[in-house]
């Protein structure tokens, strides 16, 4: 049962990944960019307690889209409603501030 659920985690982990991946590569491409740097806003139990969800994303994203830094900012907020709009606020507060 173990192995059962870690390989549905970690195919449900590549899934997400590959999507991610097509999606910061062509915006890299549309913006004729070598390299892209980009904040991602994640919210669910899934991405949030699950024990190697996270890493399984970020390597395959990684491997997919090596020419993409993609960071993930955990949206606390409750639902789903509004974790692109707290990744984005919060990452242009970041920046604001360097």
Known sequence: MREVCQT??????QLCAAGLAA???KMRENRGLD????T????GTLYKLHPCFSSN??????????K???TFLLSEDGSGKGAALVAAV???AANAME
């Open 8 to 13: 549905v985690s970690l195919r449900a982990a």
């Open 90 to 92: 919060a990452s242009r």
């Open 23 to 25: 999606v910061v590569e």
């Open 35 to 38: 390299q892209l740097s980009v």
């Open 40 to 43: 991602v806003g994640v919210d």
């Open 57 to 66: 994303l970020q390597k395959t994203l990684k491997d997919l889209a090596p």
């Open 68 to 70: 993409c830094d993609v």
